[in-house]
Every structure is written in C-alpha cells, then in structure tokens.
C-alpha cells in the first residue's frame, strides 16, 4: 500500500513551457514534503522541500504547492529547460515513526523529458 | 565536498552468492537509510540507523538481507543468498533531520 503515489510515469515538455509535476499522500499526519531529482546513473539530489504549514514554497525556476485538503503537491517547472529531463522523486516525511526520527516515504518516481 | 560514498557501483552475480554492499556516510550525519530502487516501486526503504543502531528494517527480507553499521564511518547492506529478484539499484543515504543525501548507488545484476 503506497503512501505516497506519483501517478504519472513520465511526462513530455516542451522547452520554455511549464512542467507541472503531481504527487498524492495518504496519510494526514506527513508533516513535510520533498522534492527530488535523479539523473541517470546518479543517486537522488534534494530539489525543494515545503513544510505542512505552507502552502507554496518558491526557489527559482521551482515552485512546490501543498493542498492538505485534497493532500496533493505540485511542483512546478518554469521555464522548462532541457537539463531538467530527469526523474523526479516526491518524498514524505512521517513524524509518527517510533524513532523519533522524520522517516522519508518516496513515490515511484515521475521521468521529465524536455524536448527543444 | 562531503558526499555519501558507495562501493561498489557495479555488481553482477551468480545467483546463490554472497553481495556485500559498502557505503561510507557524510561526516557527521547521525542517520543512514538504505534504500532500493525498483521500477515499480520507486524507492523502497530497507534500514534505517540512528547513531549506528537501527530503528526499521521492516522493509527488508529477513531471511536473506542484513544490514549493519560496524563504526560511524561505514555502513553495510549484506544479501545471502542473492536471487535474480534482487537485481537494482540500491542506495545508501545519510541524513540530518529531515532531509537526505544519496550515494550514486551499487546497480546489483544477479543472474
């Protein structure tokens, strides 16, 4: 049973264009939100992240959106360019784990492809 | 440039053997994940360990996985035997709080 699910495998942009990346949770109690990006051969880099109080977080070209209501995330490539063609990872992070410490729960990925 | 260190990057096996998976984490991080990349699953969270003990391992085969981390500077994920099933890329990651920093990963190819 997946917590966090990324619905679309991949995704086709033209360059210039906005890329809109969606990510649903399940669970209500996830606290924050992170956003990753894996090119091929490489491990997962950390891309933006938005806390459960915000509803919008903007670095750049990158904005991430947060609906707890409809507990779904966006995030949102603008201008896409062709070196953001990679594998987008969304990860949630449960504060309920008995660790104590925040466990990161990873959707199965989104690959962006961004054609000229 | 601190970065998470994993050796090796490449592995190709005979079914039935012993891999062993290698990762140094970066200076200073109290907590290591080993994860593993599927097409189906994305990444899926094998082990975790905080201050070198681990908290979760429910996300690994007991009978032939194990994962340890002798000392602060090297952490392992061990498969034995390995089965054709085991075929990914498995990455190792150390953490602060509440982000994560990947390894390149070991793309292990048992035949």
């Known amino acids: 049973d997946q917590q966090v699910k990324q619905n679309s495998p991949s995704l086709s942009v033209q360059e210039g264009r906005i890329s809109i990346l969606n990510c649903d949770y399940t669970n209500s109690m996830f606290d924050y939100f992170l956003w990753y990006k894996k090119y091929p051969a490489e491990g997962p880099t950390f891309l933006i992240s938005i806390s459960s109080i915000k509803d919008k977080n903007e670095d750049g070209r990158f904005t991430v959106f947060l609906n707890k209501s409809a507990k779904h995330l966006s995030l949102h490539i603008v201008p896409s360019q062709p070196g953001d063609s990679a594998v987008y990872f969304c990860?949630?992070?449960?504060?309920?784990?008995?660790?104590?410490?925040?466990?990161?729960?990873f959707g199965a990925g989104t690959r962006l492809a961004v054609h000229p | 440039d601190a970065r998470v260190t994993q050796t090796p990057r490449h592995k190709v096996t005979e079914m039935g053997q012993e891999v062993t998976m290698r990762c140094q984490p970066i200076?200073?991080?109290?907590?290591v994940f080993w994860y593993r990349q599927t097409m189906m699953q994305g990444l899926e969270l094998l082990a975790y360990f905080r201050n070198r003990a681990p908290l979760d391992d429910s996300g690994m085969p007991k009978d032939r996985f194990s994962a340890e981390m002798p000392d602060a500077t090297l952490a392992t994920l061990k498969i034995q035997p390995s089965e054709p099933r085991d075929s990914a890329v498995y990455f190792c990651?150390?953490?602060?709080?509440?982000?994560?920093?990947f390894g390149q990963g070991t793309r292990l190819t048992v035949v």
């Open positions: 200076l200073g991080h109290n907590t």
């Open positions: 990860a949630a992070s449960d504060p309920t784990f008995s660790g104590g410490y925040n466990k990161l729960i």
């Open positions: 990651a150390s953490g602060t709080n509440t982000e994560a920093f």
